[in-house]
């Protein structure tokens, strides 16, 4: 679990260094603009780690589901050579959608006015930047979606429907709560990400729908790498006290 999470938090540092320096160079400054390189790289190094993150959470979620239905065989499955491989599986696809999506978009041909209604450059709002036919870029987008966000959330649920059908089998409540804690934190970061990325990538086309997409966009463009280490972090016994020894001091201290 460990070495995936390890994975997870380089790629949420990616993640933020790729788009957040941009963002407050635009938010603050009084010229809100990126030049057609850093669009192409953002948007490139975009699809790259979010491809990557949703294989990743799918094998995070394979993971969960060892621990909990075959405890006794984990250390046999969920072996060394196995965690390299599939790592390097997730980082290779992240890669080739980037190298397999990223030039078509570029080859739009975009309006003369080239203001992109959205905080990042992501294929959606370059697609309907393009004034030209964009027929074949919305089913490579409809295609690599499905792919690569709703065949891997399916492989979650169903490994967490076997989760869950094996802990109601279980008569323990301590079992119960082992259960829950080796799985909440993977739970809520796949509903964040996913509900996140579905709103920006499988939005119905209608102006409402558009705007609510750039605000999930930028959820999980920066708001869940942000959260990730939280939520993992708190299921750390020690950290869990040490945050509530911190709260104890500042109460205290008001108090006096």
Known sequence: MYFFLSNLSFLDLCFTTTC?????????????????????????IFLSLGTTECILLTVMAFDRY?????????????HPRLCWQLAAVAWMMGLLQAIVQTPPTLRLPFCP??????FLCEV??????SCGDTTFNEIQLAVSSVILVVVPLSLILVSYGAIARA???????????KALGTCSSHLIVVTLFYSSVIAVYLQPKNPYA???????????????????????????????????????????????
């Open 20 to 44: 957040v320096p941009q963002m407050l160079v635009n938010l603050w400054g009084p010229t809100k603009t990126i030049s057609f390189l850093g669009c192409s790289v953002q948007l490139f």
């Open 66 to 78: 060892v621990a909990v239905c075959q405890p006794l065989h984990y250390a046999t499955i969920i």
């Open 113 to 118: 006015h080239r203001q992109i209604d959205d």
């Open 124 to 129: 959606p709002s370059l697609i309907r930047l």
């Open 167 to 177: 802990v109601l089998r279980i008569n323990s409540a301590e079992a119960w709560k």
């Open 210 to 256: 558009q705007e609510r997409g750039k605000f999930f966009g930028l959820f999980y463009a920066v708001g869940t790498p942000t959260l990730n280490p939280l939520i993992y972090t708190l299921r750390n016994k020690e950290v869990k006290r040490a945050f509530w020894r911190l709260l104890g001091r500042n109460g205290d201290s008001k108090n006096t």
